[in-house]
Nanobody, 123 residues
Framework: QVQLVESGGGLVQAGGSLRLSCAASGRTFSSYAMSWFRQAPGKEREYVASITWNGGFISYADSVKGRFTISRDNYKNAMYLQMNSLTPEDTAVYYC????????????????WGQGTQVTVSS
């Protein structure tokens, strides 16, 4: 099992940057594929980005490609999301998620979730 805690959210102006972190507990973090999802008010949770256990495969939603960068540090049991050129449309609660073997980018593909961190982008 793995427990996940997100941090790094906050209020930022459009065009600004934030770096989200996801801290994981458990000795087997390095075995897990990890992803970021987000959920805006009144909308369904949507996929943002994924990274496999060794970073060998990385993917992004089209809406964030070229602006966001996902990374992980298995020695620190942590995953990150560097978000640049933020727009008000990026406002959402951001969640990290984990699964032992990468299955895809659907909500149902992930077994473990954090509580989320709020990102608000003002215009």
């Amino acid at each position: 099992q793995v427990q996940l805690v997100e941090s790094g959210g906050g209020l930022v102006q459009a065009g600004g940057s934030l770096r989200l972190s996801c801290a994981a507990s458990g000795r087997t973090f390095s075995s897990y594929a990890m992803s970021w999802f987000r959920q805006a008010p009144g909308k369904e949770r949507e996929y943002v980005a994924s990274i496999t256990w060794n970073g060998g495969f990385i993917s992004y939603a089209d809406s964030v490609k070229g602006r966001f960068t996902i990374s992980r540090d298995n020695y620190k049991n942590a995953m990150y999301l560097q978000m640049n050129s933020l727009t008000p449309e990026d406002t959402a609660v951001y969640y990290c998620a984990a699964v032992l073997h990468y299955r895809g980018s659907e909500y149902s593909d992930y077994d473990y979730w954090g509580q989320g961190t709020q990102v608000t982008v003002s215009s």
